[in-house]
């Protein structure tokens, strides 16, 4: 079964990048990074990379807040492109990305978002969730599409909120499920076990020697 290449956009510490790089280095999910992309030049996600001997680049993202500017989604997608990636993963990457690239990518890109969508959405959530009172929360791998983490959900955990819980409490506990889940995501679409009918993810079961399709169908 051929092993899955990765390309990883990620804008800060990165520590879903060291999860994926690990399971592969561990041999627990036959997937490898092959690229890892940061509109930060400064993100810790590149140091990561380049110590762990993958090719780390930054884009510059230009001058909007939220967006990448067109040129700089150019630069990101024939990255990609050229490092022939079969899936895209974001892992704390902080920018909305257009259509344009997400239907490029489309069915190929997947996100890591730290609470039980849909709810909490955007960003600051594990704050979101405490001020809200919520009794659990978690973490949700879901394909991405053209809205902000509205995309088919494929893997999610639950994680309790506990009495005297502070953020950063909660941000930990949640993102240990994150390690977790995000390897375990991108083993199922690299078995080619993902289905998506309407917005709904359905997970195939394994069959002995059928692992490693590569079809993922809408
Ligand atoms: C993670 O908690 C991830 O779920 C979140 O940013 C953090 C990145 O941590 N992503 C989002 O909030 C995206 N909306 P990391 O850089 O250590 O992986």
Redesign the pocket.
Known sequence: MARTRLGVL??????????LIDSSREGSMDADVVVVISDVET???LVRARKAGIEARFVGPGPKRAHLSEEAESAIIDLLDESKVDLVC?????RILSPRLVRHFRWRLI????SLLPAF??????RKALEYGVKFSG?TVHFVDEG??TGPIVIQAAVPVLEGDTEEKL?QR??KE?HRIYAEAVQLFGEGRLTIEGRVVRVLPERSGDAGSDEHRS
């Open positions: 990620a804008s800060g510490r990165g520590s879903n990048l060291q999860a993100a810790q996600a974001l892992a704390g990457f902080m996100n890591i978002h730290p959405p955007g960003l600051r959530v594990q973490c902000v983490d941000v949640i993102l994150e």
